[in-house]
């Protein structure tokens, strides 16, 4: 059974920085391409960022890219969300995610398995 694991989510004033971590257990970290994905009240579920199996390549939706980082370590079975410059708009549910793909998706339905989520709050 793989469970993952959100960690670190909380209230931050916008323009402050947070980090979200997910801890992998069930399968071979290593073999999955992991994403990040946010959930706003009353909106679609929204691909945030992902990583490449080997950590190599990364990829962020428009709306975060150059603010967030996302990272892994496979020896630790661990998977990193760096937000910084948080805006409001940032509030909601993020969730963690894996996919069996060999290549990074952006798509949810891609993505297999799931988290139970982490709140990260923006005040403005």
């Known amino acids: 059974q793989v469970q993952l694991v959100e960690s670190g989510g909380g209230l931050v004033q916008a323009g402050g920085s947070l980090g979200l971590s997910c801890a992998a257990s069930?399968?071979?970290?290593?073999?999955?391409?992991m994403g990040w994905f946010r959930q706003a009240p009353g909106k679609e579920r929204e691909f945030v960022a992902a990583?490449?199996?080997?950590?190599?390549?990364?990829y962020f939706a428009d709306s975060v890219k150059g603010r967030f980082t996302i990272s892994r370590d496979n020896a630790k079975n661990m998977v990193y969300l760096q937000m910084s410059s948080l805006k409001p708009e940032g509030t909601a549910v993020y969730y963690c995610?894996?996919?069996?793909?060999?290549?990074?998706?952006?798509?949810?339905?891609?993505?297999?398995?799931w988290g139970q989520g982490t709140q990260v709050t923006v005040s403005s």
């Open positions: 069930g399968r071979t970290f290593s073999s999955d391409v």
């Open positions: 990583i490449s199996r080997s950590g190599g390549l990364t």
């Open positions: 995610a894996s996919s069996t793909r060999t290549v990074i998706r952006t798509s949810s339905t891609e993505y297999n398995y």
